[in-house]
Each structure stands twice: as C-alpha cells, then as structure tokens.
C-alpha cells in the first residue's frame, strides 16, 4: 500500500477544441439561416387625417370618376386624351403659374387617369399638385 503523499496532477482542460466547434456550428447556422427576403412590397398607405382643411386661393380642381371622366372646375372635358386635359388646364389657369392643381379622383379610378391629369399639368407648366382625400369616418372631404 502506498500511503506516500504524492503529488497528484491536476486534470486540464484545454479549450482549444471546444472553440473550434463552436466556431464550426456557428458557420452551419449561418450559412443553412434563410433570412426573410423582401419578395414583394409591403406598403403601409398614409391616412388622410388633416385637423382643419386648407384653402388655396388660387386652385384648379380636377375630377376623375370611377369610369374615366373628367372635370376641371366641374366643367366636363370632352375627350379624356393628355392633349385635351392640357388645354382645359391652360384655360382654368389664364395663364397664372402659381395654381394649385387639385385632384379627386374616385376610389375606384384607374391609375393612368391620375397619371393623365398629372401630365397635363406638367405640360400646362402647373408643378403645384395636391390631391383631395376624404376621412373614413365622417366622409368629409380633405386636401
């Protein structure tokens, strides 16, 4: 029996290759991760809350109905062609540059009558364009 004390060795761990498979599992996880990817656009509409309607003294409102009609200052235009809108908004601005252009167009009009509208008035050199919105509550219109 061996009863000496002796001098024990302490056991050691050593850290080395336990980093190293931390390191490999870290690379797996990032490289098989799929991260969301953006596949179409999620568009978050703005709501048209305004607390007081402005009022433009100098303004040219365009109506857009839901079956392509329009109206400039609730005159009918006949045609709706780029050209023709274009000369009934030189005639409602006579000629003034400083004009607010208005649109209200219907919930369900097509999207190419609005961009019409906004044609013409580049066109018509009428840059100040606004379009009129109504709350979802009370119907109240809103620019």
Do not use: C, W
Not at 12 to 27: G, K, Q, R, S, W
Not at 30 to 41: A, H, I, V
Request: no cysteine; aromatic share 6%.
């Amino acid at each position: 029996m061996n009863f000496r004390p002796g001098s024990r060795d302490e056991p050691e761990i050593n850290l080395i290759p336990f980093i190293d498979i931390l390191l490999v599992v870290l690379i797996f996880l990032m490289l098989t991760t799929t991260y969301s990817k953006f596949t179409e656009l999620q568009v978050n509409l703005p709501v048209a809350d305004a607390q007081a309607q402005r009022e433009y003294p100098k303004e040219v409102i365009v109506t857009i109905s839901s079956d392509g009609r329009y109206a400039i200052n609730r005159q009918a235009v006949d045609g709706g062609d780029v050209a023709q809108l274009t000369r009934s908004l030189l005639q409602a601005a006579r000629d003034q540059r400083d004009i607010v252009v208005i649109i209200s167009a219907d919930a369900a009009a097509t999207h190419q009558s609005v961009v019409n509208v906004m044609d013409a008035a580049r066109r018509a050199g009428l840059v100040q364009i606004t379009f009129a919105t109504q709350q979802s509550g009370d119907g109240r219109q809103r620019r």
